[in-house]
């Protein structure tokens, strides 16, 4: 089968298309056939050598993180899944990667696709959305009637996490650049904040939970945003305690785990029409340099997709 391996650490030239043996499913385990990819910037993240623990011991490996596609084969002990269903999982291991034609999926990885969605569109969905769900409610507690800060609205996150909150019944400000503040309108943003021309700590006060999307100054200057007891959600790694202590807030770094219960309520939540996933870009599996350029250089609505399979 076609993979897109990394052997060396790099830029987007490091990508190689390779032509690899297809694992079979053990106990337990699903094999997938790759119908659509999502390219995430810890695809890049990885790629560049940049994320702590991945070394080059480690190489080759097998790049992405999510997908979606339909059932090849069905390991021993599975009754939870059918060939030929469509699911769309996260993978949880760096042991395999879903730029790729097929998969072996895990127990706790997969879950039934969206119905109404297309491969393309529902690959969007799986590390994006449980990042969003899991930072908001699991780590950020939002509930309905209060107020959450969404950095980095527009992106593959961003664009999930407004609509959730919107769901869930919160009232919702994020900051965009300038040319996506009808995007995040459009998605349910109360408030849109153009980062470039505006102060967010001039409009946001009193916010029960800000979702760190952007870390760096952004985070350094969000924690007087925050009312007492609120609390600072980052995707990208543990904020400073001292900085939560003198604020009188929570800070709490995470990273999104596999969770079907999870891709169940948020696919219900798509098929019912209340949230969408926005692809801005879709890309053959033999372009994911491309692809990856696209999303590193960065301002993508959105996110961006690999077509894997016809
Ligand atoms: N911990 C985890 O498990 C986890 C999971 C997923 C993602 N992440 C991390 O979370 C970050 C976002 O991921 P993503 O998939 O949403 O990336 P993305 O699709 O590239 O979106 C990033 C967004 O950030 C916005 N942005 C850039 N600078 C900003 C600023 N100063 N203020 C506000 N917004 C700004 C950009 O919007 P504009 O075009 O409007 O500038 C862009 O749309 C990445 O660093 C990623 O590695 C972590």
Redesign the pocket.
């Known amino acids: 089968m076609r993979a897109i391996r990394i052997h060396r650490f790099g830029d987007p030239e490091v990508l190689e298309l390779n032509d690899v043996p297809i694992s079979q499913p053990g106990e337990n385990e699903l094999l997938v056939r790759i119908h659509g990819a999502s390219v995430?910037?810890?695809d890049y993240?990885i790629r560049r050598g940049a994320v702590p623990g991945i070394t080059p011991d480690m190489l080759p490996l097998t790049l992405g993180r999510d997908l979606s596609g339909t059932i090849e084969a069905i390991g021993p002990g599975t009754n939870a899944f059918r060939q030929s269903d469509a699911v769309y999982a996260l993978i949880g291991g760096l042991d395999r990667g879903s730029y790729a034609d097929y998969v072996v999926l895990k127990p706790g990885e997969a879950a039934p696709k969206p119905v109404h969605l297309s491969h393309i569109r529902a690959a969007a969905v799986p590390?994006?959305a449980l990042?969003a769900w899991q930072g908001l409610f699991d780590h950020g507690q939002l509930q309905a009637g209060q107020t959450v800060l969404i950095?980095?609205g527009?992106?593959?996150?961003?664009h999930f996490a407004i609509q959730f909150a919107k769901v869930r019944g919160a009232t919702v400000l994020t900051?965009?650049?300038a040319r996506?503040i009808d995007f995040v309108h459009e998605l349910g943003a109360d408030r849109a904040i153009n980062?470039q021309s505006e102060r967010f700590e001039e409009v946001a006060r009193d916010v029960d939970l800000v979702l760190d999307?952007?870390a760096g100054e952004?985070q350094e200057r969000s924690w007087s945003v925050l009312k007492r007891g609120g609390m600072l959600v980052s995707?990208?790694g543990a904020p400073p305690q001292e900085k939560a202590n003198q604020a009188g807030v929570r800070g709490v770094g995470?990273?999104?785990q596999p969770n079907p219960a999870q891709l169940v309520e948020i696919g219900r939540l798509i098929d019912e029409g209340r949230v969408r996933p926005v692809v801005s870009d879709a890309y053959p599996l033999a372009e994911a340099r491309l692809a990856q350029q696209r999303?590193e250089t960065?301002?993508?609505r959105g996110k961006i997709v690999l077509g894997v399979a016809e």
Do not use: D, E, M, Q
């Not at 527009?154 to 961003?158: A, I, K, M």
């Open positions: 995430n910037p810890i993240k590390l994006a990042t950095h980095g527009s992106g593959g996150v961003g900051t965009v650049s996506h980062y999307l952007v952004t995707a990208l995470y990273r999104a999303l960065g301002h993508v």
